[in-house]
């Protein structure tokens, strides 16, 4: 089970909202490159970044921030961001200065055809992001409620060949209400790639459950605000999972 710690920036800080609102955001800290050096020295083995000036404004605008952390980690582990990318030339800007993996959300869902350009070009680095509720997929930073089905939709992503999903409820995310599993893994029993699942972890209980559903597909996990508040200690959820892996190896 890969653990994924968050640091999703506004205004070049490293901040937390609850569930997507950016007038409900808190700071956590000002120097981002250091929280990604923290969580690297804890065991951290990807790190997931979110540009949430980026998903409002439709273009990316912490560049600056990320580039610190790419730089601070030296590349020595996979970095995967989302947040305000909308073409071809974003993706292949991040992928050009370090990043592994880019996230693709609303315009995955407005804009399918983006979505099959972006797989075919940069093949294994493209990862769709599906935040719904109650099954409907939410798209603009969580404002906006639409008709389509989560599963379907992921069906029709994973044909374009997408390398991974991460599945978010957003009416848990950052409110430390614990993940949904059932929602989770209903998801990955309907696609072949892997699914991380996002939202609502909120101690060493839900790691249990996700280890526990790990042969179903659920591949990893995003944390965000349990880390920051600390009702989960990083290092210590990263070698409980790591046990039950060699436990079921």
């Known amino acids: 089970m890969l653990l994924i710690p968050a640091i999703d920036l506004k205004d070049g800080h490293c901040v937390r909202l609850r569930q997507g609102d950016l007038d409900d955001a808190t700071v956590f800290s000002e120097d981002p490159a250091a929280m990604a050096t923290q969580w690297i020295d804890q065991g951290a083995r990807r790190l997931h970044l979110v540009d949430l000036n980026g998903a409002v404004a439709g273009i990316p605008k912490n560049r600056d921030a ?28 991040y992928l050009d200065h370090g990043i592994s993996y880019v996230i693709i959300g609303t315009a995955a869902v407005k804009d399918p055809g983006f979505l099959s350009d972006a797989c075919s070009a940069f093949p294994g680095h493209i990862i769709v992001g599906l935040d719904a509720r109650d099954g409907k997929v939410a798209t603009d930073g969580w404002s906006k409620l639409t008709r389509h089905d989560v599963l379907d939709l992921a069906r029709k992503f994973e044909d374009y060949g997408c390398e991974g999903i991460i599945y978010t409820d957003i009416g848990r995310d950052g409110m430390l209400s614990g993940v949904n599993i059932e929602a989770t893994v209903r998801l990955a029993h309907h696609v072949r790639i892997p699914v991380i699942a996002s939202g609502g972890v909120a101690s060493l209980d839900d790691i249990r459950a996700l280890c526990q559903v790990e042969a179903d597909g659920v591949e990893g996990a995003i944390l965000g605000r349990s880390l920051y508040e600390g009702t989960l200690d990083f290092a210590e959820a990263q070698a409980f999972a790591d046990n039950q892996d060699a436990t079921q190896a």
């Open 66 to 93: 990320i580039a610190d952390i790419v730089a601070a980690t030296d590349e020595d582990i996979p970095i995967q961001i989302g947040g305000g990318i909308r073409d071809l030339d974003t993706i292949e800007y």
